[in-house]
């Protein structure tokens, strides 16, 4: 298996711009985890699915953080309007059993 | 609410020396205990599951032990070298769940100098 697959790598955007992330996660895995991590705040838990269904959003830092699931093997996380103080790398990861597989992460710069 | 926290958040080892991290949680009814490593601009690759029944899991020169008592859990790499040099983060799941919501320490920043 390829690991989870995360794309864009790099986004560079400007404030008031609408930002899509998107990831794949590992065949078979239940859990999918959207993370972000910033040097201030540390690794932060953005929202988690089971078997694609949304199951804790707490924290989902505003209105203008959105996250889908339309299948077993495909997510985004959409952010609009984006802000400088979203600038920070997003990383999805996905488990099964427990143990989570992170990906590579997108590393996003909004001016 | 479960607190994760990880000293030292930097250490610096001459080559050969073996390393100790240390991981404390507030909340010991954990399913798991996970250990992950983080290369510079890299995402987390995880080194060690470690389950609530177990007191202790190795991979080559990494050892995980845990005390769910004492709220604890040391990560030992052994004969440490300038490639291990990243840094490491332990994660333990919300209180009597599994497989989800981790919560993350702050990480160990540790440079292995040849």
């Known amino acids: 298996d390829a690991g989870v697959i995360q794309s864009p790598r790099h986004e560079v955007t400007e404030m008031g711009q609408e930002v899509t992330l998107r990831c794949k996660p590992i065949s078979g895995h239940d859990y999918l985890f959207w993370y972000r991590q910033t040097m201030m705040r540390g690794l932060e838990l953005l929202i988690y699915?089971?078997?694609?269904?949304?199951?804790?959003d707490s924290g989902m830092p505003e209105d203008r953080f959105s996250a889908k699931m339309p299948n077993a093997s495909f997510s985004t996380l959409k952010i609009q309007p984006s802000e400088p103080r979203d600038s920070a790398v997003y990383f999805c990861?996905?488990?099964?059993?427990?143990?989570?597989?992170f990906g590579p992460g997108t590393r996003l710069t909004v001016t | 609410k479960q607190e994760v926290t990880q000293i030292p958040a930097a250490l610096s080892v001459p080559e050969g020396e073996n390393l100790v991290l240390n991981c404390s949680f507030t909340?010991?009814?954990?399913?798991?205990l996970q250990w992950f490593r983080q290369d510079p601009g890299k995402g987390l690759t995880s080194l060690l599951l470690?389950?609530?029944?177990?007191r202790e899991q190795t991979s080559g020169r990494l050892n995980a032990s845990l005390d769910k008592s004492s709220g604890r859990s040391t990560l030992y790499i052994a004969a440490s070298q300038p490639g291990d040099s990243a840094t490491y983060l332990c994660?333990?799941?919300?209180?009597?769940?599994?497989?989800?919501?981790?919560?993350f320490g702050g990480g160990t920043r540790v440079l292995v100098k040849p």
């Open positions: 994660a333990v799941p919300t209180p009597k769940a599994a497989g989800n919501k981790l919560t």
């Open positions: 909340d010991s009814a954990i399913y798991n």
């Open positions: 990861a996905s488990s099964l059993a427990g143990e989570q597989y």
């Open positions: 699915f089971n078997n694609n269904v949304p199951i804790d």
């Open positions: 470690i389950q609530s029944s177990q």
